[in-house]
Structure formats: C-alpha cells, structure tokens
C-alpha cells in the first residue's frame, strides 16, 4: 500500500506565477489535510477536504489560495499570483475517516516551493 | 484557541543518554495527541499515538505519556543513538485538524 503521494517534490516559482501541488492519498482514504511549514516554525493546517468537498478552510488564505478534491484524481492545492512569502514546505496528509474522533493522519513527503 | 509549546527547542545530548522531550497545550479537549520525527527536508514520520483515553503509548526505546488534566505530554527516549538526531514534533488532535508545536531539535552526538 503505497503511502501518500507528492507532487513535485520542489518548485520553483518566479513571484506573479502560479504554483499547483498535487496530493494522493493512500488507498481507501478519502479525507485529505493540507498544512504549510514556513522556515523555523511548525506546520500549520490549511485546509481540510473530502472528495468534492471542502469541510474547514479556516487556515488557508482568503486570497490566492484555492484547494480540491475531485472525484476521481489527486488533491490540487493551487496558489495564484505566487509571492515571496510563499516559500514553504507544504505537507499533504491523509485519513481513513473521521467520525468526530480523529484517526491517525498519514503525511506524505511535502512538496518545497521556492519563490525567487 | 488551541496552542501547543516544545521545550527545548533544541537538545543535544552524547550517545547513550536517556533524555526527555516535553509538549504542552493549553486545551484539555482532545482526542489524541501524537508524536512525530522529522528529518531535515523530509516528511513527517509518526512515532506514537495516544488517544484521549490512555495514558501513554510504548514503542521499541520510546515511551510518551499523556497527562490531559495537565494539558502536558512527555516523549522518553531511553539510551539515544545517533540516528535519533532530528525534529520531533507534537501534534494535538481535538475538532479541528492538527495543531502542531513547533518541534524540539534534537542532536545525539557520538
């Protein structure tokens, strides 16, 4: 069972480009989270979504940042207008369910966005 | 609002040592709690899971305790090795999503 899939690994993004990070979660779960580390400090949840639905975007900018979970395919969190403040290692993780008792979340390797 | 604090912020100890990493939070009402290791430039990798109910958890040299009354959890490294050498981050789980401190850098040297 292969665990949670990131892609890229790294991007590298001039400022005013867009940037898109891809997440699969591993097999049979359905619920994805995505959390920002900027440098020296501790991740940070963005977004929380289940196939075709966003369920907790209180982490995530109001603007420039947008997140989806398709029906079929990868989890896209999408960054618009890309500025130097950006630059971060975001992490994807995912989970069987939650039933109001959080299950174990499963993180995959991150993707490093680097803004020049 | 939950918030979650490490001290140390960095550790560095010789080869051998029992240490202790130390995790607070200020809102008893959670579901679990979770220790994690991060290697520079890599992902997170789960060590320990302890949910609400329990007390600690024990794997292979690890032991974390959980005292909620105390918002406080504990992670116990028993005779440290050089491969021990990273980030170990504590994450609280309660109705929304995980709340990270910010880690305890941690050096074992030979």
């Known amino acids: 069972n292969a665990g949670v899939m990131q892609n890229p690994r790294h991007l590298v993004r001039r400022r005013g480009q867009e940037a898109r990070l891809r997440c699969s979660p591993m097999?049979?779960?359905?619920?994805v989270y995505w959390y920002r580390q900027l440098p020296e400090e501790g991740l940070k949840f963005m977004v929380y979504?289940?196939?075709?639905?966003?369920?907790?975007e209180s982490g995530m900018p109001k603007e420039r940042f947008s997140a989806e979970f398709p029906k079929e395919g990868p989890s896209i969190l999408r960054i618009q207008q890309v500025v130097r403040g950006d630059s971060a290692a975001y992490f994807c993780?995912?989970?069987?369910?939650?039933?109001?008792?959080?299950?174990?979340?499963?993180f995959g390797p991150g993707t490093r966005l680097l803004v020049l | 609002k939950q918030e979650v604090t490490q001290i140390p912020a960095a550790l560095s100890v010789p080869e051998g040592e029992n240490l202790v990493l130390n995790c607070s939070f200020t809102?008893?009402?959670?579901?679990?709690l979770q220790w994690f290791r991060q290697d520079p430039g890599k992902g997170l990798t789960s060590l320990l899971l302890?949910?609400?109910?329990?007390r600690e958890q024990t794997s292979g040299r690890l032991n974390a305790s959980l005292d909620k009354s105390s918002g406080r959890s504990t992670l116990y490294i028993a005779a440290s090795q050089p491969g021990d050498s990273a980030t170990y981050l504590c994450?609280?789980?309660?109705?929304?999503?995980?709340?990270f401190g910010k880690g305890t850098r941690l050096s074992v040297i030979a």
């Open positions: 979504l289940q196939k075709e639905n966003i369920i907790d």
């Open positions: 993780a995912s989970s069987p369910e939650t039933t109001g008792t959080q299950e174990t979340q499963y």
């Open positions: 994450a609280v789980g309660g109705n929304t999503p995980l709340v």
């Open positions: 809102d008893s009402a959670i579901y679990n």
């Open positions: 097999k049979g779960h359905s619920h």
């Open positions: 302890i949910q609400s109910s329990q």
